[in-house]
């Protein structure tokens, strides 16, 4: 499920009823957590927390127009999904999320490379999200983008 929007609210407008309290919650939190730096945006049709070129002009190696994503929240069609490249990049975060997460929901965590999915909008670790959003500057970020990801 694509949605096209030019702003955050927008997106958030754009959503299925069911879907706006979740989303928004997950917004809120992203932004009321994340260390000062980052900007938030629409961003691959999502909405997206990114390293603005201010910060890092160089942009993101795939297309250095764009600046360097970070974290991006979308509805997808079975579940809302939260990407976060600092998950991807780094181990150490990656294992601690994992080990966080049973402390705080009970079902199985659904995540792939990059995206924690969640499927039940009851159950998203509001709490957990906070501090993962917390353990990353954006300095921190692009050391580790350019160490770990970006192709020279």
Not at 59 to 68: E, I, N, Q
Not at 85 to 91: F, P, R, V
Not at 132 to 138: A, E, I, S
Request: aromatic content about 12%; proline content about 7%; overall charge neutral.
């Amino acid at each position: 499920m694509t949605i096209d929007a030019q702003t955050p609210d927008e997106y958030i407008n754009k959503l299925p009823e069911n879907r706006i309290e979740a989303v928004s919650q997950l917004r809120e939190t992203v932004k009321s957590n994340l260390p000062d730096g980052f900007e938030e945006c629409i961003s691959y049709k999502m909405i997206g927390y990114v390293v603005p070129h201010s910060l890092y002009p160089n942009g993101y190696h795939v297309d250095p127009k764009l600046p360097l994503p970070f974290i991006n929240i979308a509805s997808q069609k079975n579940f809302v999904a939260l990407y976060h490249s600092g998950i991807y990049a780094d181990k150490e975060l990656h294992d601690w999320f994992v080990r966080e997460y049973p402390k705080y929901v009970k079902t199985k965590l659904d995540m792939g490379k990059s995206c924690i999915r969640f499927k039940n909008m009851n159950t998203i670790p509001y709490a957990l999200i906070a501090e993962l959003c917390q353990k990353m500057t954006p300095k921190d970020w692009i050391a580790l983008y350019e160490q770990n990801i970006k192709k020279t």
